[in-house]
C-alpha cells in the first residue's frame, strides 16, 4: 500500500524527536506558542511604535524650521503682532521685496553657538492659471546649507536639488519627475513636500542660480518691485547649538534671556539696527528635543520588565513539560540518552516553541501594522504622529524580537533541563509503569 | 558478561531504611537466560536498575564485560548503556508521536557513528514480524504488536545484554507466549538475557534462574531449552 511505503530517512534526528514530543501535548503546545507569540509580538510592537515615534519626533523636531531668522529690519513690518519674538516656526520667510547681501551669512556664521545657516530668496509670486489656481510663489534656497524646507519633502531627494530641478509645494499639481513650464523654462519636479497650512504649500523652490534667472528674466519679477541684484537674498535662516555650560550657570538675574535669545542679541550688534535684524522662537529646540528623545529610553525599560516577568512563567511551563515526561526521559536515559543531551533536548524543544512562537508574533504584529496604517487607523489610534519605520529597521526589530523570545524560552527551560537531566531515570520510569 | 558482587542498595526516606537488594551476587555468562523470579517489591527491579547502571548501588560492584562500571562517570555508563544493553519494559515504552520505524532509530541517536540505523531498524522490524507496519504509529499496533516492537527497539544498538523488567507483565496468555518465543528465539540465537518476572510459569524458558525475596537472590532452579519442557529444580 502507498501509506505504508518506507519513508527514506536514513536516520533519527533531534529535531523530528523534538516535534514528536511537541505534537505529544498539541493543546498545551500551541497555548505555549502562544504565549511566546503574544511576548513577541508585544516587543516587536512596543519597539516598533517607538522607533516610528522616535521617527515622528525626528522628523518633527526637524521640520521645526529655523531658530532665528536675518532679516532686513524693515521685514518686521510683515510680522505685525508676532513681533520680533514670534512663536511661529520659522520655515519660509514672508514673500517681501526688502533684502540683505548674502555676505550678511559671512558675519553670521563667525557667531558662536551657530551650528547651521542657510539662505532664502524670494523672487515673486505669480499667477499660473495653467498650473495651479491660486498665485505661486517663488523662492531660491541653497539645497546645501538647507534645512528648513527639505525636512518637509515627503520623501527624501535621490540627489541635491540641481540647476533645473525643483521642489514643490503640496498644494502644486504635478508628481515627481514630471516637469513644470515656468517663464519659458522647463523645470523637473524632484520632490514634494507634504502639507504645512501655510504659504509653503504653493511655493517652488529652486537653487539660488535658477532663482536669479528667474528673477532676471522677463515678466517674473513684477515691473514695480525692486530689481533683484546678484549676491541679494531675503533671509539668513539660522540654528543655534545647544545651551553651554558657561551660559547655564552665568548669571542669576531674573531677566537673564535664553539662550537663542542672547545668540539673537549678538546678531543684532553685529549689524546696523535698521539695516538687518534678528528675529526668532521664544523657546528653544534642543532642550525640548532633549525630553521628547528620553521617551523611548523609558518605553524600553518597560518592555525590559515585562521581558523579565514573562520569565517565570515560560519556566513554569517548561517545568511543567520536564515533570509531565518524566517516564519519557528515564526511558531515554535507559536508551543511552546522557544527562546533556536530556538537558539539551529539554532546552531545545522550548527554544522551538520559543522560535515559532517568536515568528508568528512577529509576523501578526506585521500584518496589524502593515493592515492599520495604509488606512490611516494607526495614527488617531496612538493619538501621535506616526511614522512607520523603514524595512530595514523592521526588520532589525523583527529579529531582536525573536531573538529576545528564543532567550526568555531558552534559559527559562535552563533550571527544567537541569532537573531533567539529574532525575533519577529508573524511578521515573518505574513511576510510569505504575 | 556481567558479574555482581555483594550488591545492595538501601533506600532511606529519612526515619527508616529499606534493604531492596541485599548483598546479592549474581554472574550472567554470555549466551544465557537469566531469569529472576520474585514477587512485587522483592527488590527484583531494582537489581536490574543496579545491573545496568540506571541506579547506583549503596555497595558492591557491577561489572559488565570485566568493566566496574562504578567507577565510571555518568556518561561513560551511558555509552555502555546505549552501545551494550537493550531494555524492555512492562509498558512498551513507545513514543506515539514517532512512527514504528522513527520509534526504533531512537537509540541510535545516543550512540554516536552507528551506521545503517535504517536498514538495521527495518531488519528488526522484519524480525518481530512486523515489516509492513514501519509507518504506522503505536497507538494502531496490538499490545503484542507494541512489545514486539518494544523488543525489536531494545536490539536496534546491536545490543550485547537484554535486560526485561516484567516484559509480559500486562499481557494475555496468547501474547506472552509469542513474547517469550522471540525471547527464546533471540536466547538461542546467543543473545545474553536477564528478565525479572512475578510469573513463575516462565521459567521454563530461562537457561539459569533465581529467585528474590526481600532483597536477597537465590539460584533455585535450572531449566534447559527443550521445547517448552517442564522446568527442573536444581535441589
Redesign the interface.
Known sequence: MK?????M??????L??II??I??KPGRNLATIFCFAFIAASIFSGQFLMAGAARSVDQGLSRTGADIAVVPTRYLIHLGAAGPDNTMAIVRVEPTPYRIPLTTMDTIRTVAGVTAASPQLYVSTLDLPEIAPMPIDIYGIDPETDFAIQPWLQAPLKAPLGPGEVIVGNSIPGKVSSTLPIAGYEYTIVGKLDPTQSGIDHTLFFRMEDASTLASTDGVVPPGSPRINPGEINAVLLRIGPEPDWFRTSGTLDFKPSYPGFIKDVIRKQFEPTYVTAIGHHYAITPMSEEITGIPDFLSIISGIVVVAAFPLIALIAAMVAHERQ??IG???????????IALLVISEASFLALIGGILGVTASVLAFGLMNPSGVLAPALQVSFRMPGWTEAGVIAVLAVLIVLAIGSIASLYPAYQSSRM???EA??R??N | MIEAANLTRIFSNGHSEVRAVDNVHLEVNRGEFSMILGRSGSGKSTLLGMLAGLIRPTSGTVRIKGTDIGSLSDNLISEIRAREIGFVFQFSGLLPTLTVLDNLMLPALFYPGKTDVRTRALGLLDRVGLSDRANAYPGTLSSGEMKRVAIARALSNGPALLIADEPTGDLDVDTEYEIMELFRQLNVEGMTIVMVTHNPDLVRYATRIYGMEKGRLAEGFHSVHTGHGPMEPLR
Open positions: 501509506g505504508d511505503q518506507i519513508r530517512k536514513q536516520k533519527m534526528n533531534y523530528t524527536y514528536a514530543g505534537r505529544k517516564h519519557e526511558l531515554l536515559r535507559a536508551l543511552g540518552a546522557k544527562r546533556r543531551i533519577n531515570p529508573y520510569i518505574q510510569a509503569g
